[in-house]
């Protein structure tokens, strides 16, 4: 008999996805809120670690491992199908050019830092959440989702600055948009908290799972194990 595929982790699987490469493309503009100056990435990438909590909550760590590589895949795909249609040569009459390839051509490095500080971020998250899980008997949610969300987004932002802009920009104003950046999508989380915890509890009751990852591999390369 074959397995189901459940339609809300099909959801959530798309969703993660569509964050990851959205957030990847708004990267390219600065936005300014106050006196605060940030990415345009900042609306939507927490998003993803709000999701990777979901799945890993009502899945298991094998699950989420599923769902991160394929979000890296598709991060792939579209930053590879961005740099081929940067390379290409653009219509005489065509005037959006500069445009478009400042946002669809990112630099290698950029592109490398963006995808190595996706993975640690996101298996660390999953990790932290599964394993806490099992300790606690499946309490305190929130507190599991806000602390492995610190402890992910912050090893995000600690590979991704110095990869990508180690050498260009100062180390002082690195470090400053590290912390902000760290201190804002963590505010992110805590904020639409109250939303989380429902659609949790709306996925477990509708879905039926409610898995504790007990005796499994947490090596991310296996995947096949589902």
């Known amino acids: 008999m074959k397995e189901k595929v459940s339609v809300s982790f099909m959801l959530l699987g798309i969703l993660f996805n569509v964050c990851l490469i959205a957030a990847n493309l708004l990267?390219?503009?600065?936005?300014?809120?106050?006196?605060?100056?940030?990415?345009?990435?900042?609306?939507?990438?927490?998003?993803?670690?709000?999701?990777?909590?979901?799945?890993?909550?009502?899945?298991?760590?094998?699950?989420?491992?599923?769902?991160?590589?394929?979000?890296?895949?598709?991060?792939?795909?579209?930053?590879?199908?961005?740099?081929?249609?940067?390379?290409?040569?653009?219509?005489?009459?065509?005037?959006?050019?500069?445009?478009?390839?400042?946002?669809?051509?990112?630099?290698p490095r950029?592109?490398?830092?963006?995808?190595?500080?996706?993975?640690?971020?996101?298996?660390?998250?999953?990790?932290?959440?599964?394993?806490?899980?099992?300790?606690?008997?499946?309490?305190y949610f929130s507190l599991r989702a806000i602390w492995s969300t610190v402890v992910g987004e912050t090893a995000d932002s600690l590979l991704f600055f110095p990869i990508a802009f180690g050498g260009i920009i100062p180390w002082k104003e690195l470090l400053v948009m590290m912390l902000l950046q760290m201190a804002l999508k963590s505010m992110y989380e805590i904020v639409i908290l109250p939303v989380t915890v429902r659609v949790v509890a709306y996925i477990k009751r509708v879905d039926g799972s409610d898995v504790y990852d007990e005796?499994?591999?947490?090596?991310?390369?296996?995947?096949?194990?589902?």
């Open 27 to 107: 990267e390219t503009k600065v936005i300014q809120i106050g006196s605060l100056t940030v990415t345009a990435g900042l609306l939507v990438f927490p998003v993803s670690y709000i999701i990777n909590d979901c799945i890993a909550e009502v899945w298991g760590f094998r699950k989420a491992r599923l769902i991160i590589w394929t979000g890296f895949a598709m991060n792939f795909f579209v930053v590879a199908l961005g740099l081929i249609a940067v390379a290409l040569p653009a219509a005489p009459f065509w005037q959006g050019e500069a445009h478009f390839n400042f946002v669809f051509g990112m630099a």
């Open 110 to 139: 950029i592109v490398v830092a963006s995808l190595i500080a996706f993975l640690a971020g996101s298996f660390l998250n999953a990790y932290i959440m599964s394993r806490m899980k099992v300790k606690s008997g499946g309490r």
């Open 215 to 226: 005796h499994i591999s947490y090596n991310i390369l296996k995947v096949k194990e589902v």
